[in-house]
């Protein structure tokens, strides 16, 4: 099974908006509701940000959006602040013989 | 405070083994599955493995089946990964992971521990 694909870097400037890409396929992204995003800064463990496609956890700013289209989600970061540059990591099930995959990760620069 | 602290990794020769463990804290460990997640230096996320929270069910990635085995021990609150075999590719911090809800594969981690680097190098 291979990961999901992420753009590997984007950039913006604060208080403007990006969209993260994940891209699979129907036996992952598309199939099912099972997508959620991780925030990760460097030398830390990742964060939960998003689950269920479009929920946020307890306590994850109202930034941070979550959509999905046929066999992509999208990670929308709105008001971008200068703590939102990190990594993310989009994360699907999967009905392969890997059941649990990660996207190849996006770096996201606050110019 | 839920807490998750592993221990166990090194360094280790290619073919060599390496057992991890994870000790959970601030929850009910039994009524929840678990996984770990490795993440190779300067590389993205792999998810590794899983268990029910019975013990009964294991699941895990192509990369290390058969090579690698989840368990628990639920009476220490305690999670492992027993790792034969290694390669040089299995090089990785290590981390055990909460989901937030009590569903085994929908991977929603909620609380991570700290990670425990394993090193196979000869």
């Known amino acids: 099974q291979s990961a999901l694909t992420q753009p590997a870097s984007l950039s913006g400037s604060p208080g403007q908006s990006i969209t993260i890409s994940c891209t699979g396929s129907?036996?992952?992204?598309?199939?099912?509701?099972?997508v959620s995003w991780y925030q990760q800064h460097p030398g830390k463990a990742p964060k939960l940000m998003i689950c269920a496609v479009s929920d946020r956890p307890s306590g994850v700013s109202n930034r941070f959006s979550g959509s999905k289209s046929g066999n992509t989600a999208s990670l929308t970061i709105s008001g971008l602040q200068l703590e939102d540059e990190a990594d993310y990591y989009c994360?699907?099930?999967?009905?392969?013989?890997?059941?649990?995959?990660f996207g190849t990760g996006t770096k996201v620069t606050v110019l | 405070e839920v807490q998750l602290v592993e221990s166990g990794g090194g360094l280790v020769q290619p073919g060599g083994s390496l057992r991890l463990s994870c000790v959970a804290s601030?929850?009910?460990?039994?009524?929840?599955?678990m996984s770990w997640v490795r993440q190779a230096p300067g590389k993205g996320l792999e998810w590794v493995s899983a268990?029910?929270?019975?013990?009964?069910?294991?699941y895990y990635a192509d990369s290390v089946k058969g090579r690698f085995t989840i368990s628990r021990d639920n009476s220490k609150n305690t999670l492992y990964l027993q790792m034969n075999s290694l390669r040089v590719e299995d090089t990785a911090v290590y981390y055990c992971?909460?989901?937030?809800?009590?569903?085994?594969?929908?991977?929603?981690?909620?609380?991570w521990g700290q990670g425990t680097l394993v090193t196979v190098s000869s």
């Open positions: 994360s699907s099930y999967a009905t392969t013989s890997t059941p649990l995959v």
């Open positions: 268990i029910s929270s019975s013990g009964a069910s294991t």
């Open positions: 601030g929850f009910t460990f039994n009524s929840y599955a």
């Open positions: 992971a909460k989901p937030i809800n009590y569903d085994i594969l929908t991977g929603y981690f909620v609380n």
């Open positions: 129907s036996s992952d992204v598309g199939g099912h509701n099972y």
